[in-house]
């Protein structure tokens, strides 16, 4: 029913720059927030940054300064730009969306596959 796929991963060097994106398409009606989790090898997902109907920004603190979440609403799409990156940002990026498919229904929860960033250093 929704897809969201993402795009935009890659290696790059360390002090390097990466634009992630992910569009979400299917039975939308609504979309409360759009956000970037990360895996890295090992560890748990964890919440990268986040952005909601009202354009409200979230972002974890080892990424605040050096990363930009931003929303197209018009193409439910989001973007991640990441600036400064570090052999610490290595990790499968995934996009996440709570989202409603109709007019007063409850919100889902849904996932993008993941896109790998790897930062050499």
């Known amino acids: 029913q929704v897809q969201l796929v993402e795009s935009g991963g890659g290696l790059v060097q360390a002090g390097g720059s990466l634009r992630l994106s992910c569009a979400a398409s299917?039975?939308?009606?609504?979309?409360?927030?759009m956000s970037w989790y990360r895996q890295a090898p090992g560890g748990q997902r964890e919440l990268v940054a986040l952005i909601n109907s009202t354009g409200s920004t979230k972002y974890a603190d080892s990424v605040t300064g050096r990363f930009t979440i931003s929303r197209d609403s018009v193409k439910n799409t989001v973007y991640l730009q990441m600036n400064s990156l570090k052999p610490g940002d290595t990790a499968i990026y995934y996009c996440?969306?709570?989202?409603?498919?109709?007019?007063?229904?409850?919100?889902?929860?849904?996932w993008g596959q993941g896109t790998q960033v790897t930062v050499s250093s």
């Open positions: 299917g039975i939308i009606f609504s979309i409360k927030t």
């Open positions: 996440n969306s709570v989202l409603a498919y109709k007019s007063g229904s409850s919100w889902y929860n849904w």
